[in-house]
């Protein structure tokens, strides 16, 4: 009875086995990926909408001038405390700090930085692919002025260009 199953796959059955698997893993490295790209896009749109909200919490508080650094404004421990925004990770482990222009083409990927000489928040992206064509610049970014200087609306998003 048990004769069948007692003598182990042969070569082309491990094969096809070997290929199955094989198939199944591609796929699932694929839809990890994607899943990836999804998340890291969600990610930047939640850390824009929580700058933006400290932005308007500083300016009611505060007064906040236009064009200042909303990085700068999510440090101070009022805006993160009362607005619990960014939970346990901090948003300070994925910010490089103040950089020159040029300097935000050495940004590390999924790095934010903050360009005081034009306003700009740069975010080094690290799946462009998930972000379509447009930001194929080298390296990929993302330009971001949130707080209203007079010539800039409240919200940009844009591709960087070299």
Same mark, same amino acid.
């Given at each position: 009875?048990?004769?069948?199953?007692?003598?182990?796959?042969? %070569?082309?059955?491990?094969?096809?086995? /070997?290929?199955? @698997? #094989?198939?199944?893993?591609a $796929?699932? *490295?694929? !839809?990890?990926?994607?899943?990836?790209?999804?998340?890291?896009?969600?990610?930047?749109?939640?850390?824009?909408?929580?700058?933006?909200?400290?932005?308007?919490?500083?300016?009611?508080?505060?007064?906040?001038?236009?064009?200042?650094?909303p990085?700068?404004?999510?440090?101070?421990?009022?805006?993160?405390?009362?607005?619990?925004?960014?939970?346990? %990770?901090?948003f300070?482990?994925?910010? /490089?700090?103040? @950089? #020159?222009?040029?300097?935000? $083409?050495? *940004?590390? !990927?999924?790095?934010?930085?903050?360009?005081?000489?034009?306003?700009?928040?740069?975010?080094?992206?690290?799946?462009?692919?998930?972000?379509?064509?447009?930001y194929?610049?080298?390296?990929?970014?993302?330009?971001?002025?949130?707080?209203?200087?007079?010539?800039?609306?409240?919200?940009?998003?844009?591709?960087?260009?070299?």
């Amino acid at each position: 009875m048990g004769g069948v199953w007692q003598r182990g796959l042969t %070569r082309l059955e491990f094969i096809i086995a /070997a290929m199955v @698997v #094989a198939l199944l893993v591609a $796929v699932f *490295l694929h !839809r990890t990926e994607l899943l990836h790209g999804r998340i890291e896009a969600h990610s930047v749109r939640a850390d824009i909408d929580a700058m933006r909200t400290a932005v308007t919490l500083a300016r009611v508080r505060n007064g906040v001038e236009p064009g200042s650094n909303p990085v700068a404004l999510l440090a101070e421990e009022s805006a993160i405390s009362e607005s619990g925004l960014f939970g346990e %990770r901090g948003f300070q482990d994925r910010y /490089a700090g103040a @950089v #020159a222009a040029d300097g935000a $083409v050495a *940004l590390p !990927r999924g790095q934010w930085a903050y360009r005081p000489e034009d306003g700009w928040l740069v975010y080094r992206i690290q799946r462009p692919r998930q972000f379509g064509d447009r930001y194929m610049d080298d390296p990929p970014r993302i330009r971001v002025r949130i707080g209203g200087r007079a010539d800039a609306p409240e919200l940009v998003v844009e591709p960087q260009q070299p």
